[in-house]
């Protein structure tokens, strides 16, 4: 049964007045608690702020992004999320490559290379998906199911807009554990120890469990 605090919780459809507010959520509770920006020695909000708030901001835009708010107005738990189609496989690459020698461009290749090769549009047959960028809850609030009404929040407004298909590239052991807890499948996956530079050395390197990103997909 859920606590009366769990049921104050709202989620409703993020908008641009609480980017603000979001960009703090995720300094305070995203870049430090997700693997690979975890074992970063760099400052990874910074290493390319500028585009990821435009990136950021185009998701919100689109009306397909979440947060769960308190009865005080304070955000809780989001999810940052946005069309993908085929198209965005080739224009992601390019985007990439064109990334800096830092923190960001280095994940954005890998997940470039992830997202090719799972080709989820060929897999699945469709023309396009809504995808999960992130998906983050308060430490505070860990452990209650708020991440998991959260995706459920998204697949329920993603068959509303008439995506016929649900993608979350899942580099935490526990996000992917989730999902698929909520019947999304693992479409593809790739080890973080088989990715490595020109001169083999691995690049990331994660704490355990989380030892590969899982593409993860469910039809809506």
């Not at 890998?110 to 960028?133: P, W």
């Not at 983050?136 to 929040?153: I, P, Q, W």
Request: net charge neutral; charged share 30%.
């Amino acid at each position: 049964m859920s606590s009366k605090t769990e049921d104050s919780i709202k989620i409703r459809t993020m908008t641009v007045e609480d980017f603000k507010e979001v960009k703090s959520f995720l300094r305070e509770h995203m870049y430090t608690g997700e693997p690979l920006s975890m074992s970063s020695n760099e400052d990874v909000e910074k290493c390319d702020e500028k585009n990821t708030d435009e990136y950021n901001l185009k998701l919100i835009k689109q009306g397909t992004s979440l947060v769960a708010v308190e009865p005080s107005g304070r955000i809780v738990g989001l999810v940052l999320a946005g069309a993908s189609y085929p198209s965005d496989l080739e224009s992601n690459r390019v985007d990439a490559e064109n990334m800096g020698q830092h923190f960001w461009g280095r994940l954005n290749r890998f997940l470039s290379k992830v997202e090719r090769e799972a080709n989820v549009f060929e897999r699945y047959g469709v023309s396009k998906a809504i995808y999960s960028h992130i998906t983050n809850v308060d430490s505070s609030m860990r452990g209650k199911g708020l991440g998991s009404r959260l995706a459920t929040a998204l697949m329920d407004l993603g068959r509303a807009k008439g995506f016929p298909l649900m993608i979350a590239y899942c580099t935490s052991f526990y996000s992917a554990r989730q999902k698929e807890a909520l019947g999304m499948e693992v479409a593809y996956s790739f080890r973080y120890a088989d990715y490595k530079d020109e001169e083999g050395r691995v690049i990331f390197h994660p704490p355990a469990p989380h030892n590969e990103v899982r593409v993860m997909a469910m039809r809506l």
